[in-house]
């Protein structure tokens, strides 16, 4: 299994950026995805969820409204939409498997910076 996040960078406040994670190894229509923030000085904060078929999705409190997730199967591949960012959004962001065959795999991380 191998995620690679994509994306990440430098944006002003109230500004959007669009993260990728491209996933293969493993049949990725069957399982639901995640995204995570952590910053050094928190532990890692679920971000989004998205059911196998993108039909369902969940967001943390500090993130709704503003974040949006998203899933295209046929490239194996999720997405976060993040729009209105704030400094308060400056973090690594990670994509994570659900459980498959009872294991959870992350990405390598993208960093995002809000900082005028």
């Known amino acids: 299994v191998q995620l690679v996040e994509s994306g990440g960078g430098l944006v002003q406040p109230g500004g959007s950026l669009r993260l990728s994670c491209a996933a293969s190894?493993?049949?990725?229509?069957?399982?639901?995805m995640r995204w995570y923030r952590q910053t050094p000085r928190k532990e890692r904060e679920l971000v989004a969820r998205?059911?196998?078929?993108?039909?369902?999705?969940q967001y943390g409190d500090s993130v709704k409204g503003r974040f949006t997730i998203s899933r295209d199967n046929a490239k194996g591949t999720v997405y976060l939409q993040m729009n209105s960012l704030k400094p308060e959004d400056t973090a690594v962001y990670y994509c994570?498997?659900?459980?498959?065959?009872?294991?959870?795999?992350w990405g390598q991380g993208t960093q995002v910076t809000v900082s005028s």
């Open positions: 994570r498997t659900d459980l498959i065959l009872g294991r959870i795999y």
């Open positions: 190894g493993f049949t990725f229509s069957n399982y639901g």
């Open positions: 998205i059911s196998n078929t993108g039909e369902s999705t």
